[in-house]
């Protein structure tokens, strides 16, 4: 076997620990959908934990717009002690929240979302820089990826474009107004809002499956040779990399794809 060949049966080895790792986060992500409706959220507020500097430009955007602090929650999540601290300011009227929720990578943005919701359950959120585009009679769900402003200036046009078939929005006026009506939300909204990320992570789930089944097939198949040699061992890995190949392309292609669609503006 030439050295261009034993490179590509080599690719075989960080194929299947790649493809084994995505498989472990879809599988907690697909655990984190399935149970978004029970989801527990602990009101923080009182430990008066500091925003990280990665959080300042997104926390000021908001204190520019008239937004306050509000308090924190800590999420509960399946396989995870925590799911992370959620941040919460509020508008000046009192009825649109803004949850800013740190990520794990240190070179990304954090997330923003801003909600409002309404007495019959019916919601209006907006994304920045990530989100949805959903579109419902009780669920109006956009991403504006450009600025903080653009998107909430998107979200109240769309709030009183509600408000004309659902009436005024709900006023948060504390913690305990928050936690009841994000009970509320994840009850009615929380699992349409997640389906694009549980097909995706599901596909992950998929994938690791079948590099599972992949890896045991090419490692019985070895048994069945009289002798081992390590030519034998570079043609197995090579069928190895052979069988993976579509898994790592057709992950690769939908996880890039659910990035670019939880990106795009609502005019797209």
Request: proline content about 4%; charged content about 20%.
């Amino acid at each position: 076997m030439d050295g261009l060949l034993r490179v590509v049966s080599i690719l075989s080895i960080p194929m299947f620990f790649l493809l084994l790792a995505n498989g472990w986060n879809g599988l907690r992500a697909v655990l984190n959908y399935t149970g978004v409706s029970k989801r527990r959220s602990e009101d923080i507020s009182h430990k008066g934990i500091s925003p990280s500097s990665t959080l300042e430009s997104v926390v000021d955007s908001l204190i520019s717009l008239g937004f306050t602090r509000l308090g924190e929650t800590l999420t509960y999540l399946p396989l995870m002690s925590l799911g992370g601290i959620t941040r919460l300011f509020l508008d000046e009227n009192g009825t649109t929240c803004a949850d800013v929720v740190e990520v794990g990578d240190v070179d990304a943005k954090p997330t923003l979302a801003f909600w409002t919701t309404f007495d019959d359950a019916a919601t209006v959120e907006t994304g920045y820089p990530t989100g949805e585009h959903i579109d419902t009679p009780d669920l109006r769900s956009h991403t504006v990826p450009s600025d903080v402003k653009d998107a909430y200036q998107h979200h109240l046009q769309q709030v009183a474009d509600f408000g004309t078939h659902h009436g005024a929005p709900i006023q948060f006026k504390n913690m305990d107004d928050y936690l009841r009506q994000a009970a509320i939300y994840r009850e009615h909204h929380a699992r349409r809002k997640l389906r694009r990320l549980f097909l995706d992570n599901l596909v992950n789930v998929v994938s690791c499956i079948y590099t599972l089944g992949a890896s045991i097939a090419v490692a019985v198949s070895m048994r069945h040779n009289e002798a081992f040699t390590i030519q034998l061992l570079w043609d197995k890995l090579l069928r190895l990399t052979v069988l993976l190949t579509p898994a790592v392309v057709i992950t690769f292609i939908v996880s890039q794809a659910s990035v670019w669609m939880g990106r795009k503006s609502p005019e797209e």
